[in-house]
């Protein structure tokens, strides 16, 4: 999994950190829909887009550009797929674009013919060795993580881990949302070891996952909180947790669950050690 890979799947299920970047409040951002876009009869995609609700027209559409390597063309490319968009979706709202580097050394520069876009408020170029250095944030002590050598990585997410378990006003789900990310972030940096493995440095134990807002909001003292598409995606993402990744027809299998078999898999998981035991737990309940 490449970096920038990375990058998309965090703006995917932390869209919060787009906001973080450009120094604006988070409030928003669980109305932006992450994705990206094939321009028609073209050979552009467009991969990092945050669309705002299309009642409001006052709100930017994101452009959101991740570039680990250094490459002369970037903004020629960028800057033409923006507008390439623009002509072909004619959306009502105005644009801003987010250029996320490692460090400065990366970033081409500027350029004359986009030093107006560049020195605008229409731009705002991210060097994440910098905007991640306080450490003071969730967000950038998450991005630490990403940026530490493999000798530091473990130790820069078990900072995270003890700062969200210490959170008191941590949105239900996030917790979980996190301790995935960081596997999925550990599991590339530290490739030779397995997600087991990782979670033991981690010290991620039953007892852990018991005790995160997340579980214990859901599944309090027996009784479900939420709907049942809210409770399914919430036993997915622990069942990740535990079991690695899931085929979709798995994943299709307990998204029908009830809402009480929802229930008596989010205890039964805690024991789970692989996707065979989800497979054998599916054949025994879920016909109940």
Same mark, same amino acid.
């Given at each position: 999994?490449?970096?920038?890979?990375?990058?998309?799947?965090?703006? *995917?299920?932390?869209?919060?950190?787009?906001?973080?970047?450009?120094?604006?409040?988070?409030?928003?951002?669980?109305?932006?829909?992450?994705?990206?876009?094939?321009?028609?009869?073209?050979?552009?995609?467009?991969?990092?887009?945050?669309?705002? #609700?299309?009642?409001?027209?006052?709100?930017?559409?994101?452009?959101?550009?991740?570039?680990?390597?250094? %490459? #002369?063309?970037?903004?020629?490319?960028?800057?033409?797929?923006?507008?390439?968009?623009?002509?072909?979706?004619?959306?009502? *709202?105005?644009?801003?674009?987010?250029?996320?580097?490692?460090?400065?050394?990366?970033?081409?520069?500027?350029?004359? *013919?986009?030093?107006?876009?560049?020195?605008?408020?229409?731009? /705002? $170029?991210?060097?994440?060795?910098?905007?991640?250095? #306080? $450490?003071? /944030?969730?967000?950038?002590?998450?991005?630490?993580?990403?940026?530490?050598?493999? @000798?530091?990585?473990?130790?820069?997410?078990?900072?995270?881990?003890?700062?969200?378990?210490?959170?008191?006003?941590?949105?239900?789900?996030?917790?979980?949302?996190?301790? %995935?990310?960081?596997? /999925?972030?550990?599991?590339?940096?530290?490739?030779?070891?397995?997600?087991?493995?990782?979670?033991?440095?981690?010290?991620?134990?039953?007892? %852990?996952?018991?005790? /995160?807002?997340?579980?214990?909001?859901?599944?309090?003292?027996?009784?479900?909180?939420?709907?049942?598409?809210?409770?399914?995606?919430?036993?997915?993402?622990?069942?990740?947790?535990?079991?690695?990744?899931?085929?979709?027809?798995?994943?299709? $299998?307990?998204?029908?669950?009830?809402?009480?078999?929802? @229930?008596?898999?989010?205890?039964?998981?805690?024991?789970? $050690?692989?996707?065979?035991?989800?497979?054998?737990?599916?054949?025994?309940?879920?016909?109940?």
């Amino acid at each position: 999994m490449k970096t920038d890979s990375i990058f998309y799947r965090l703006f *995917h299920d932390l869209p919060r950190l787009l906001f973080d970047f450009i120094e604006q409040s988070p409030e928003r951002a669980e109305q932006y829909r992450f994705t990206s876009v094939e321009l028609k009869q073209t050979a552009f995609r467009v991969d990092g887009i945050f669309l705002p #609700p299309d009642t409001s027209t006052d709100w930017p559409i994101f452009f959101v550009e991740v570039q680990f390597q250094a %490459d #002369p063309a970037l903004y020629r490319r960028l800057f033409a797929e923006i507008f390439l968009y623009l002509r072909q979706q004619e959306p009502p *709202h105005p644009w801003q674009a987010v250029v996320v580097y490692p460090t400065r050394a990366v970033d081409p520069g500027e350029h004359p *013919h986009y030093n107006l876009l560049l020195r605008s408020a229409q731009v /705002t $170029r991210v060097y994440l060795d910098e905007w991640a250095l #306080p $450490r003071q /944030t969730l967000m950038q002590r998450l991005i630490g993580v990403l940026l530490a050598a493999p @000798g530091q990585a473990v130790t820069e997410a078990r900072s995270v881990l003890a700062g969200i378990e210490g959170d008191a006003v941590v949105d239900t789900g996030l917790t979980t949302t996190i301790v %995935d990310l960081l596997e /999925t972030i550990l599991v590339y940096k530290l490739p030779t070891l397995s997600r087991e493995e990782i979670q033991a440095m981690l010290e991620l134990t039953d007892v %852990d996952l018991k005790q /995160t807002r997340f579980y214990q909001d859901v599944f309090t003292e027996g009784r479900l909180e939420g709907g049942q598409e809210e409770v399914a995606a919430l036993v997915l993402r622990l069942l990740q947790r535990r079991c690695g990744g899931l085929v979709p027809a798995l994943a299709e $299998r307990v998204a029908q669950l009830s809402l009480s078999q929802l @229930g008596t898999l989010g205890e039964a998981l805690l024991e789970f $050690r692989e996707t065979a035991d989800l497979e054998q737990w599916l054949a025994t309940h879920a016909r109940e």
